[in-house]
């Protein structure tokens, strides 16, 4: 069992930054590839970047264009996702998600863990 725990959101204006973090706990953390997922109102949950177990990542390019960069510290089981120059449309609640395999996916079936979510809005 692995519990995630988001921090890190709240309210910024448009071109502004957020650094969201996830603490794990329950499971070899290093082993675990994680991801962040983001859903905003009436729309489906979308993926917004992963990290292997290795540190290898992914990321949703089309939405993102290089603006988020996700990170993880394996001493303190944590991983990060550093959100820059935002827009509006970044407005969602942000979810963690673990899975237990090495390497990582965009899909959100591929995960079986997550976190209660993190509300960012970005005013305009």
């Known amino acids: 069992q692995v519990q995630l725990v988001e921090s890190g959101g709240g309210l910024v204006q448009a071109g502004g930054s957020l650094r969201l973090s996830c603490a794990a706990s329950?499971?070899?953390?290093?082993?675990?590839?994680m991801g962040w997922f983001r859903q905003a109102p009436g729309k489906e949950r979308e993926f917004v970047a992963a990290?292997?177990?290795?540190?290898?990542?992914?990321y949703n390019t089309d939405s993102l264009k290089g603006r988020f960069t996700i990170s993880r510290n394996n001493a303190w089981n944590t991983v990060n996702l550093q959100m820059n120059s935002m827009k509006p449309e970044d407005t969602a609640v942000y979810y963690c998600?673990?899975?237990?395999?090495?390497?990582?996916?965009?899909?959100?079936?591929?995960?079986?863990?997550w976190g209660q979510g993190t509300q960012v809005t970005v005013s305009s």
């Open positions: 329950g499971r070899t953390f290093s082993s675990s590839a």
């Open positions: 990290i292997g177990g290795s540190g290898g990542s992914l």
């Open positions: 998600a673990a899975r237990p395999y090495y390497s990582a996916t965009d899909a959100a079936s591929g995960y079986e863990y």
